[in-house]
């Protein structure tokens, strides 16, 4: 629609408008006060960017620092956007003056738009004029850069987008609320009710379904959707997501096109009441029973471990009279509507047995295999993806040992691994499933190595990889796991020189592979990178300017044939002096245990030292295998040993204070310090079976 | 013409309007009169175009008032309850007036604000509730709207800008044609000014009529006799009302002055006097016709 034409159907009054626009020079102030002083006030106490740093890193440094400053702005423009959605709609709030807008000789929509277009100049103009002070001190920085201009372009257009939509969500919040302050608080409840609801949704089934994996259906990606109250602060710095960028415009529109609509039907004379229209007043009251009721039956059972259905009933209750007392706008209305509050218990009952009480074992429901049409599977804490399963063969052996596994949350005396499946049905929506598969369980060990060979369990560490590859002097803060302890090596290490040997080495991390025991592991904590100054040979360690580290905790299995790996590790574990093995001791005796039953009342037989001793090479020590992966490791289960060694220490006579008055210090030796191994499979000596004969 | 045509008005369960049904001349001043909660202000905010009817509808020339634009430029409501630009001064009024009807009068705004005597850049919350009523009543007259709905206007202001704000009015009416509604409970107010009246109770208007024809067709008769009027002669008066004291009869009679006269002279009184009634005393004489004890109708 051309301007001539909207004008000319008098959508739009100019005259109106410019009236309007007139009167919000406050409003300017206060969106320019807001950038002022979450934008501007920050660049300029940025203070100093680090000295002798190169030009690069400090556009870097600056970048960086600009986005986290961008955190302030975002929370401004949020308060922003609920600020200018009241004042739009503020002239149907007051009685006295809906009746004289509406009594002017004006369409409702021309009346709303003029209203919505003044607002958002108003905002557009106090931002403006916010920015160009943010960009002066920026330019007064020297820091008026191409990376920069492009970082702040992309943190606007965010904002832009996500001013746009809370703006919008306000706005449509005033279209049926009968004064600013519902408006306001119906905004900021519409924020954050979807994922609250959902969350809490998922978390009442979770509290009774042992399989149910909730993380599946609540991904950040998923939550992100549920409220645009995450869209800012995503990270949106490499690529603008447009998509879903465009989405949420789409969501704003959508949402001031309704406004229009329900404007329509607004009934002036309605104004002042809490909600205008009845029947949007009893959603609104049962989708915040459905709330209360929630969180009533999550406190319960969190807080008082079970009466979940009592605090179900007292948060309906509760919440349905202070609805109503507020709908009604008086104590008297409390009970207004007891029959919908009869129906909705009913359900909320209904909801409880069906859904949190799982009283018909959905839970337990696994599909047959031609009603999937695929299945991925994850073990737990591998960090690698999802792996597929598509032929009807393999997804049958899956459900046969999803079949097979126990009701247990880890309590199981059976050593084992969690195992997430998604069931892809071919109709109806995903099941996400959490298992715990004991290592005993029929077809476990054969479907372990199928899964190690089938997903790529390297993946993390290669992306580990090219993210060190991207550093210019990264360095690492390292603990090693070797020789039963953690050896801490300090922040010197040259991550990427180890990572070209150890990727070197490792080849392919496959079912054979992961299934021996690593001999020991590295656990790289936070790597950071190091710069040097112009015209000076030494480098800095930027990390003691306070910054630019990149928190990550990452172990790297290193196998017995991994020799050029474990000996860069030596190396670097002989020249710290803070590294020593935190098993120093003699192996001193050994308890052998079989297991048997679920009672976990095992069987067991005591070592002497020498026996001890004599055992240990068959022994495994689960401990230098990451966690992540030491659900592969192929270990006998039957038969563990816990192995007592015994270590020299020195203790004062009179305990930890005797330095302070000159005690002598006395050399003592425990034998308390105990460690689990495991045997390998098919290496337990014919010695130990013997033993339990 | 105003044609309010069976207009119903509910506030959820609470009837406000029950087939409100009149007509309003072109040029003429309607007095609406009414008790608290008769629903005055609610027709007037129907007749503006701010309230929906729930039934009925309201045409002015046969073209309906409800979200019309055009027809709304030509009707201007003086609320009540004023409202004023937050912070807002008579000029920033004057300003949003100007840009919202297209015959607002600068000319006429810079006149009035002269004979008001008000400041128009003080702010209007600083103004007394008299001033503020002024203010509300020279904006909607520098308006030039064809039609003027003046919801309780004269509550609040002094005996002398009474009287100028009626002559302004009449002025009106009398220059361009003005059509005039005023909602009041005040009958002496509005027996100055109006020429037609219409009494609103519990949702229906009870009574609507033409002042002048009123006062023409309905006199107080008080006459002295020296006998006793027999039931045929009474019958043959007419009387709306008779009180009888000693010889002194007193009666509300129905008919122009000659006609009353004449029925007068053909009862032979010993003595009679005509005297004309006021708005009041029609309005009570005319209830109370109709069945109503007009003391608790009109206060």
Redesign the interface.
Known sequence: MTAQRLFSD?WL?S??L??LL??RTVHILVAFLAVFFSLAVPLMLFGDLGFEIGMQEKIERFVERLSEIFGFYTVATGALGVYFGGLTMHYMM????A??Y???????H?LLLASILSALLAKISGVLIGLCVAICVIAAQGMLLDAVWLTLGIHLLNNAIFFLTIYAVTVFMGSFSGNTTVQVLLSLVSFGYLPIMILMIFAAHEINAAHFDMEYYISAEFMNWTTPVTWPFLPHTEVFPLWRGIVWVCVAVLLIVLTFFIYRRR???NTGKTVLFARVGSLIKYLLMAAAALVGDLFFTLFNGGFSIFGLACGIFLSFIICNTILEKTPKGMFKGVKGLIVFSLAAAVFFAVWQADIFHIDEYLPRAEQLSYAEVIVDDTSADHVRFDDAQTISALLRLLGAAENTDGASPYPGVYVKAVLHQKFGPPLARRYYLPYTADGMRDFLPAYADAADLLAPYRKFDERIRTLEHPYADLEIYFDGGYNYVGNDLPIADLMKVYLREIGDLDGTRISAPAVMYFSVRSVYTRAKSDGATEYYNMYEFGDYRYYIRRQLPVYADMTATIEFLTEYIKNDPGAKPSRGGTPASAVVYRTEGASGDYPQVTLSAAQTAALLPYLCDLDATPYSLRAFVDLDTEYYVIVYFSETDTEYSDGEDAEIFGDTPTPQTFSNESYTFFFPRGSVPASVRQLFK | MIKIKNVS?Y?GAVKSLDGVSAEIGNGSVFGLVGSNGSGKS?LL?IL?????PDGGEVFYDGVSVY?N?????????L?D???F?PS?TLS?MA??FA????HFSREKFDRLVALFGLDPQRKLQTFSKGMQKQAAILLALSAEPKVLLCDETFDGLDPVMRQTVKKLLADAVAERGLTAIIASHNLRELEDICDHIGLLHKGGILFESEIDALKENIHTVQAVFDRELSPEELKTLGAVNFKKRGSMVTAVVRGTYAEVEAKMQALSPSFFEIIPLTLEEIFISEMEERGYDCTKIIL
Do not use: M, W
């Open positions: 008098k009054d005259r109106l410019c009236n007139r009167r007051d009685k006295r003056s009746v004289f509406h009594a002017l000789p004006q369409k409702r021309t009934k002036i004379e | 008005k506030y609610t905010r503006c175009g701010v309230f929906r979200e634009p055009r027809l709304k430029d030509e009707i201007l409501y609320s309850d004023q409202f630009l807002g920033d300003a949003l840009a919202s009807y297209s």
